[in-house]
């Protein structure tokens, strides 16, 4: 009865390679993130979506693409690792209501690139 | 664009012992505040939130915390602190104009609860 579940929970890979983390939630909600965790346990956002609009923070490398098959799920796509992406990755939702703004978080998913 | 400071990075406590820990965010408009706990190797709990009413929230396991408008701040609280608190805690802080985009996060408080 997960309500914000990602897979996998732990990603190894090379420097170069093409990886996705996937994301679903069974809320209902109408928008989905994904936050990046830093070594430092530094949390920001990297995109936030719903069906009428993504918005990307503007540091995020292009690298980076959020794709999202339906409103359920919002999945990460990675291209062209880079040590610097090594980070757990969170994704979470929450309904769009004005007035009722909080998030719901997965369980992370830890990527280390080698 | 709103911002968030957390005071304490590494905060180290005893049992019993009373816990305030300092948020403050500096934003032009209304605000929602959020306190989440991290604890070892898991993910993002809401411990509380405030979005508008009474200025002084209370939340899951014994916190609380108070909105303070006119210093920009959202303290968070407890009387008395056990082991099992020992968790990395984040404020965060989000504009009440609805539209998609997410929270902001401060740093992070490390707090270590000794046994």
């Known amino acids: 009865d997960t309500a914000v579940s990602q897979t996998p929970k732990y990603l190894v890979t090379q420097m170069g390679n093409d990886k996705s983390i996937k994301c679903e939630q069974n809320?209902?909600?109408?928008?989905m993130y994904w936050y990046k965790q830093d070594s430092k346990k530094f949390l920001k956002i990297m995109f936030s979506?719903?069906?009428?609009?993504?918005?990307i923070n503007e540091t995020v490398p292009n690298r980076f693409s959020p794709k999202s098959p339906d409103k359920a799920h919002l999945n990460l796509h990675i291209n062209s690792l880079e040590l610097g992406d090594s980070a757990v990755y969170f994704c979470?939702?929450?309904?769009?209501?004005?007035?009722?703004?909080?998030?719901?978080f997965g369980q992370g998913t830890r990527l280390t690139v080698v | 664009a709103q911002s968030v400071s957390q005071h304490n990075h590494h905060v180290i406590l005893s049992e019993a012992a009373s816990l305030e820990l300092g948020c403050n965010y500096s934003?032009?408009?209304?605000?929602?505040l959020f306190w989440y706990v991290q604890y070892p190797g898991q993910h993002l709990q809401l411990l509380l939130k405030y979005f508008s009413g009474d200025p002084l929230v209370k939340g899951i396991k014994g916190f609380e915390a108070e909105f303070i408008k006119s210093k920009f701040s959202f303290n968070l609280r407890k009387p008395s602190v056990q082991w099992s608190d020992t968790a990395e805690y984040f404020c965060a802080v989000k504009s009440t104009g609805g539209g998609a985009d997410g929270l902001t996060f401060g740093k992070g408080t490390h707090l270590i609860i000794q046994p």
């Open positions: 979506y719903n069906n009428k609009e993504l918005i």
């Open positions: 934003y032009g408009g209304t605000v929602n």
């Open positions: 809320l209902g909600h109408d928008t």
């Open positions: 979470a939702s929450s309904p769009l209501q004005a007035g009722y703004l909080e998030a719901f």
